[in-house]
């Protein structure tokens, strides 16, 4: 897929791999949602920075997060993003996600995250 959003994807998941907390926080709106999981949400691009450094403190600095696939639905100003993630780290067996993004357009800033949900549906299950 070669949609400006799709780049940006991949720029963050290249930005989360080498721990550019910087590039990465370029890519949210200032009030982004970041779903840390399940139950658990940073909003706003100084809580959303805060849980990147201690996402990869959990991962022992070995996160590596690209895209198997993905979708870019684009209806004016906002897009839904349907992705298959898969996540890797030293510490834990490979993931693969049905992650949901929502991109909107802003006249300045051009394409901005303004929800970051790597979960996608998993939302919906009884926590264990």
Same mark, same amino acid.
């Given at each position: @897929? +070669? #949609?400006?959003? =799709?780049?940006?994807?991949?720029? =963050?998941?290249?930005?989360? !791999?080498?721990?550019?907390?910087? !590039? ?13 999981? &399940? ?16 996402? =990869?403190? $959990?991962?022992? #600095? ?7 696939? @993905? ?21 834990? &067996? ?5 992650? !949901? $993004?929502?991109?909107? +357009?802003? =006249? ?10 790597? #979960? ?5 299950? &009884?926590?264990?």
């Amino acid at each position: @897929m +070669h #949609h400006p959003i =799709a780049e940006l994807i991949t720029k =963050a998941d290249s930005a989360i !791999t080498h721990e550019d907390v910087d !590039t990465l926080m370029s890519i949210y709106a200032d009030d982004a949602v970041l779903v840390i999981k &399940p139950g658990m949400n940073a909003v706003g691009k100084a809580k959303i920075n805060k849980a990147f450094i201690a996402i =990869a403190a $959990y991962f022992e #600095h070995s996160l590596n997060v690209t895209q198997a696939g @993905m979708e870019v639905l684009e209806s004016g100003d906002t897009a839904l993003v349907l992705a298959k993630t898969i996540v890797k780290a030293a510490n834990q &067996p490979e993931i693969e996600r049905k992650a !949901t $993004y929502v991109f909107k +357009h802003f =006249a300045r800033q051009g394409w901005l995250c303004v929800i970051d949900n790597s #979960h996608g549906h998993d939302l919906l299950e &009884p926590s264990a």
